[in-house]
Nanobody, 132 residues
Framework: QVQLVESGGGQVQPGGSLTLTCTGT????????IGWFRQAPGKEREGVGC????????????VYAESMESRFTISKEYTDTTVRLQMNHLKPDDTAVYYC?????????????????????WGQGTQVTVAL
């Protein structure tokens, strides 16, 4: 069965760190374009960052939302076919459900988007809570 599954969420104190993992089953996720998004209660889903799909001689480059660029890092893990979101210096405003998303059809090469409508395969989300 082809699906995405997020893991690694939880509660952390302000200033702490978490690493979220997006696992693809039934396909080799790191080859794909991947977006990370979050949605807080009462707010719209917003883009956190994304990373391009790999090409024949190209490895995806991450792009981040401006407010997260210095704190969040997206990486592709080819050995275990996952994509990770490392989050540092977390703030209470980072509290949200975090989602990873990708395409049903591989889109290789440069270009990824922080718009949810650009992706058509989604995980179920994982809760991140930043509080004392």
């Amino acid at each position: 069965q082809v699906q995405l599954v997020e893991s690694g969420g939880g509660q952390v104190q302000p200033g702490g760190s978490l690493t979220l993992t997006c696992t693809g089953t039934g396909f080799h996720l790191p080859y794909y374009r991947i977006g990370w998004f979050r949605q807080a209660p009462g707010k719209e889903r917003e883009g956190v960052g994304c990373i391009d799909g790999d090409g024949r001689s190209y490895r995806g480059v991450p792009v981040y939302a401006e407010s997260m660029e210095s704190r969040f890092t997206i990486s592709k893990e080819y050995t275990d076919t996952t994509v990770r979101l490392q989050m540092n210096h977390l703030k209470p405003d980072d509290t949200a459900v975090y989602y990873c998303a990708t395409d049903r059809v591989l889109k290789a090469g440069p270009g990824c988007y922080l718009k949810a409508k650009k992706y058509d395969r989604w995980g179920q989300g994982t809760q991140v809570t930043v509080a004392l």
